[in-house]
């Protein structure tokens, strides 16, 4: 890695916020809602990460239409239990340090676009971000893929250099999601997701600290 990239993408839970808490709990109210059985938290953190719609229909087993309403619970609980900003430590000052660079930075989030927007104002560092970027309310843009399409659209129609993208994230669904735009991810080793999970990534970071100077291509800001 010797080139800086134009714009980096940023997945939201496991990588800039300790989301597992609110979502495990939301789940668990969903899941009782519906009569279902609570997994174990090892289960639930399994959930962390990939689309919400796609753990109830995968890992529980859900149809569709129960899947959506379980949705529906979960978003519900969620956005007024499960939305206390976790920062992750050495996150907040490596996206300021890019901010001052200044290399743009968008979320690329499987997570409701509002809810993922909630999450980064109570935290203070919504401004940061060139734009937010999240599943849509109906869910018809969920997927990895489909979200970063929409980041790297948006940051194209404001004006940024998109030809040199990179994502950060902490799971399998990161680095296929990015793969489909050939776009380059870091492994976020701290996030939810195991180390296994990182191959494809041409890097990891072992913490946020080291995330400036990959991203910046091995350099510091003077």
């Known amino acids: 890695m010797t080139d800086q990239f134009s714009v980096a993408l940023f997945d939201l839970d496991g990588t800039i916020n300790d989301s597992a808490p609110g979502i495990a709990s939301s789940m668990s109210h969903a899941f009782e809602q519906m009569g279902a059985t609570v997994p174990t938290p090892e289960v639930l953190l399994s959930f962390v990460g990939p689309p919400i719609l796609e753990s109830f229909q995968v890992g529980m087993g859900m149809d569709s239409a129960s899947a959506r309403h379980c949705l529906t619970l979960y978003n519900s609980h969620y956005g007024t239990h499960g939305l206390s900003p976790r920062l992750y430590a050495g996150i907040d000052e490596a996206l300021q340090l890019l901010y001052e660079w200044p ?4 979320t690329a989030t499987s997570k409701p676009e509002s809810l993922a927007t909630a999450i980064l104002q109570a935290s203070g560092i919504s401004g940061r971000f060139a734009a937010i970027v999240g599943a849509s309310e109906d869910e018809a843009r969920c997927t990895k893929a489909d979200v970063i399409a929409e980041a790297l659209a948006r940051l194209q129609a404001a004006g940024h250099d998109v030809t040199r993208p990179v994502l950060i994230g ?30 494809g990534a041409i890097a990891t970071a072992a913490t946020p600290s080291e995330l400036p ?3 910046l291509g091995l350099s510091t800001p003077s």
């Open 103 to 106: 290399i743009p930075i968008a």
């Open 213 to 215: 100077s990959l991203i």
């Open 170 to 199: 902490d799971r399998i669904h990161d680095v296929e999601g990015a793969a489909a735009h050939g776009v380059p991810v870091i492994f976020a080793e701290w996030g939810y997701g195991s180390i296994a999970e990182s191959e």
